[in-house]
């Protein structure tokens, strides 16, 4: 149903696409900048990109700098992170300026940080001057900790002020006041340091004499190192929409939203994903060719080294593959059946660490509840595999052999992918990008090993 | 620096988790109450979830049965969803009931709606009979659309009202003005229909004798079955906190919130991520042995047959096999190394689709940019690959054999890879849950049939 109404959506869309891309490259031709924006007005943000990806990198370009600063900041800010570097990137500093100025502070710092120190500067050079050094300080926070998903402004008022106040601030701050969205008012010491936090409620129901400090609660903060995943634990035990986030020293750096870390989660989800399918970066298919090939390469160039050395372990018994030619046959089958339950346990893992209801040290009790399921599905696969041996050359031994080595490499392979992404965790390893190849070549090792070292011990037989 | 944190965090926990458990026991033991509760109170959500699950079943059961309400549902809450269906099912009627009653309607309505018809009625009789048609039609409508995410409270006025009646409403709902969090007020006409919103702004701004008629503007409306996709791009394109959404016929249905559109687009992410590693349903490891199993056969079983289907290409070749045996050992490597080329070109599609910078009917564009990369990484590989089997056996022929196929394989791969999820996608079928196993069958078959028909041709160069 939902996939249904998805396919309808794309079907309207289509109709009007193939003409569009031609009519966004004729205004970019004669540089008609109300044409284009009108023409990407009725899109949703995602078709906007789609069309601006769908451009050559010139005409990418043109585009991004004839619209109104507003619409480029919105493709910026919807591109993946990559893609938006590279856009800003290849702006010119005065219009880099003109466009991040339209972002959150949180993005804002994220592409300063990434660009090259010149370019970072050059652009920063056109804010004035306290917000540059405001954001300088807020790209040297690392990313996923809540001093990097934080906007450095609060919405906060000194604890002399009045309920009038802030009453009067909300009203009166236009423009600035989006950017407090879902803020409550902060009361700050003579030191900066949050000392309150005032409801709406609060403020509804005192005098607009009263002072902030008769109505406010202690609020809840959060240090600029705190984790993302502290975070998202934060903000799952409350109803919070943002926390007031300080520095070592007690000062109000800024505040964390609820949606950022929303945010930053479906991020790193989706690029954990990618990196265990072996795609490093976040590739789109707009990047170009040379750097997209050689991403790729530079991972499938230590896959092969890997998989010399698996496949040095049927070369060493030639001899056993050469009398039993039928084992040629299964070799890949075992080595990919166990590869397959190895990712189910190393899938499960995964899950169980972004929840956070497995820590490295459960390795043990991960381990048993992974060797359990990897005997009675060892078992399973085990023996239809070997019936299918038996049946198919006609020599129960044959079978025996198959179906034994897949059994056995079954429970190996869950209990190194169950095991394994907690270790590389425990080592500060990434668990994503190193669980796969490993898990592969090492289930690929054995399952070759326990074929042909079965086949050889039972080479009588087998004849 | 981010993982460093981590471990830190996760060793700080660790001091105290071993005779946490026992702790736990001993107090269930005893049934006292607010010695579990005091025992959990200090632990962020997920490590609360992570005692919970580390419990026996009758333990966890007993657990929920124990504590406050309130605390049994922010673990029903925090809970994959399967996981959550699961602790509801096993209580009695009335407890479920209460534990229910502190959650967000679109959380209950999931539950209901996850829940045996028998065991649904027998918790909705609880209810009054108002909340529980309201849960009712909640349930039925599909996940994963504006419907299935909303919140079926609206904080909604007639159009009669006046601006002091909202500021009232504000300030006495108590409890339930929880649940409107970050809802602006919506004017409802005689008719139930939204037809106007009004801002925090507008209401400091206006005369409390003021009619809401007076200063709100149109809101922006989703229908019910608007789908998640619609929705990310709705709220990517503004800062609205929530939309309210309406039914046919246009009266308000609910208000669905940013951060249950975050939510359920994170879930999306993770449970397709688990399904192309064949992770049937919300896996973990504290679910029953025997359905952890069944299910991870399940899929396992279908690939077997897939497995066999392959093979059978290397079955048919046995002759060229038994006479250059030192082909054994390249096939499963050229296997291998075909499938990370395609499950790469798969992950940039399934990570394109989810950004909505691809459509089904980009197939044939996704087609050329893939084509570019397997063709350049095809040779790069097959050279490398034929490099190593000329070293390896001593014959430039064989080398030239394997380093062929691969590199045909590799575009091959990387097309089906990048191709098949899309035609998936247009199909109306889950492109995560089959582009693995058939990506996989397809370029093996493929690369054991290049390897060894071209093998075949070269016969008497190989000997």
């Known amino acids: 149903m939902t996939d249904d109404q998805d396919q309808i959506e794309l079907d309207t869309a289509e109709d009007s696409q193939r003409p569009m891309r031609e009519q966004i490259k004729e205004a970019l031709d004669q540089r008609d900048a109300e044409k284009i924006e009108s023409l990407l007005a009725p899109l949703p943000i995602s078709g906007k990109m789609r069309q601006l990806l769908s451009l050559s990198q010139d005409d990418r370009d043109l585009l991004l700098e004839l619209v109104n ?10 591109a993946p992170h990559e893609t938006a570097t590279d856009l800003v990137e290849r702006m010119e500093a005065g219009r880099a300026a003109e466009v991040l100025d339209e972002l959150d502070s949180d993005l804002q710092a994220d592409l300063i940080g990434d660009l090259d120190t010149e370019e970072a500067e050059a652009i920063l050079s056109r804010f004035d001057p306290e917000e540059a050094a405001d954001l300088r300080r807020l790209a040297a926070y690392e990313d996923d900790t809540a001093g990097g998903l934080m906007v450095a402004e609060a919405f906060s008022f000194p604890d002399t ?15 600035d006041f989006e950017r407090y969205r879902g803020q409550h008012p902060y009361v700050v010491d003579a030191d900066d340091r949050p000392v309150g ?12 004499s009263d002072k902030l400090t008769t109505i406010m609660t202690t609020p809840m903060t959060v240090s600029v190192d705190t984790t993302l995943d502290e975070l998202q634990d934060l903000f799952d035990g409350n109803n919070y929409l943002g926390l007031p986030v300080v520095e070592k020293d007690g000062r109000i750096a800024g505040v964390v939203s609820r949606s950022a870390v929303d945010a930053a989660a479906l991020e790193r989800a989706e690029s954990s994903s990618l990196k265990r399918q072996g795609v490093v970066g976040d590739e789109v298919r707009a990047m170009p060719l040379w750097l997209r090939s050689r991403r790729r390469l530079a991972w499938l160039s230590a896959n092969i080294v890997l998989n010399i050395i ?17 084992i040629a046959v299964f070799l890949p089958m075992v080595s990919d059946m166990s590869g397959c339950s190895g990712n189910q346990a190393v899938g499960v893992t995964m899950r169980e660490l972004s929840l956070g209801i497995v820590q490295p040290k459960d390795a043990f009790r991960v381990w048993l509840k992974e060797v359990s399921v990897g005997v009675i599905n060892g078992l399973a696969l085990g023996v239809l595999i070997g019936l299918v041996a038996f049946a198919w050359k006609g020599n129960p031994y044959l079978g025996l052999v198959i179906g034994l080595a897949l059994a056995i490499n079954t429970v190996i392979a869950v209990s190194i992918g169950g095991v394994v992404p907690l270790l590389l965790k425990r080592l500060n390893q990434d668990p994503a990008a190193a669980s796969g190849p490993l898990l ?5 090792m054995a399952g070759f090993f326990l074929v042909l070292s079965l086949a050889t011990l039972m080479m009588p037989l087998l004849l």
């Open 161 to 175: 002020a009045t309920v009038g106040a802030v009453l009067r601030g909300m009203v009166s701050e236009d423009d």
């Open 197 to 208: 936090v005032v409801s709406l409620r609060g403020l509804l129901t005192a005098k607009r």
């Open 440 to 444: 592969t070549t090492i289930t690929d």
């Open 310 to 326: 698996a496949a040095s372990v049927i070369s060493a018994y030639e001899e056993t593959l050469a009398a039993v030619i039928a």
């Open 69 to 78: 600063a507003e619409l480029a900041a919105d493709l910026v800010e919807e």
